[in-house]
């Protein structure tokens, strides 16, 4: 099997944010103290169980594993209404190519995010495109992202075996390059999430658009890695 794994937020979507809301109203149930995810501690590129643990640290709490699981669990049971709040969308270009790799034999696509599962679930549902997913890989702990990694290509050897060479992971920060290293995944970055094409480009990718190019294209791109021939790099490296 040829495997993608996708991130979520800044890659397939954006929330536009919306799961603050949530966030925010999970930490003053708890705490009974104002947070605002906005200016609180930064948490760019960290997975939802780090979010947390800077959270409680931000208010000088130790932050226990049960403390923390009641609050990513908590922020699960409010996004779902918390998500009409700001006006997201799916990124150009994504619906399709996912439309497109669900017909193809030996290709499969699972998630890869930092989210947990109930937020990967809610947001997607949202959004249109949990149909898409039969399942992946998700934050269940404050450990390192690239735990996430490994665990998304365990379940994928699982279902249905992993060809060689054919692992690629599909996102939008520097952590996913650096997740998809772990497991010596070719990475797509997308420009969508908020880095440029330059910032990506320093973390070696193994290719890197402005958003996804459209279905032929990357489909066009997905066959060609798999057949081991690898002709495209050389120009096609950015592409506007
Ligand atoms: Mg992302």
Redesign the pocket.
């Known amino acids: 099997m040829t495997v993608l794994f996708w991130?979520?937020?800044?890659?397939l979507i954006t929330t536009a944010r919306a799961g603050m809301f949530a966030w925010n109203d999970s930490v003053r149930e708890l705490t009974g103290r104002d947070f605002d995810l906005r200016t609180g501690p930064r948490t760019a590129?960290l997975t939802d169980y780090q979010i947390a643990v800077k959270t409680f640290e931000f208010f000088g709490i130790t932050p226990d594993p049960p403390l923390i699981e009641r609050l990513v669990r908590r922020y699960e049971e409010l996004l779902p209404a918390s998500l009409p709040l700001r006006r997201g969308y799916v990124f150009p270009n994504v619906r399709e190519i996912l439309e497109s790799l669900r017909e193809r034999p030996g290709i499969r696509s699972y998630l890869l995010?930092?989210n947990t599962r109930g937020g990967a679930r809610a947001k997607l549902i949202y959004y249109g495109l949990m149909e898409f997913f039969s399942d992946g890989a998700f934050a269940e702990d404050a450990g390192e992202r690239a735990s996430i990694a490994v665990r998304a290509l365990e379940l994928a050897k699982q279902r249905g075996g992993v060809a060689e060479g054919g692992v690629f992971v599909i996102?939008?920060?520097p952590?996913?390059v650096e997740c998809a290293s772990a497991i010596d995944a070719r990475t797509i970055a997308v420009a969508t999430?908020g880095y440029t094409i330059e910032e990506l480009q320093a973390y070696h990718p193994w290719r890197v658009f402005n958003e996804l190019p459209p279905v032929g294209e990357f489909v066009r791109l997905i066959d060609e890695a798999r057949g081991g021939t690898d002709m495209t790099r050389v120009g096609r490296t950015l592409s506007a």
Do not use: L, M, Y
């Open positions: 991130d979520i937020d800044g890659t590129g995010t930092g996102g939008d920060t952590h996913d999430g």
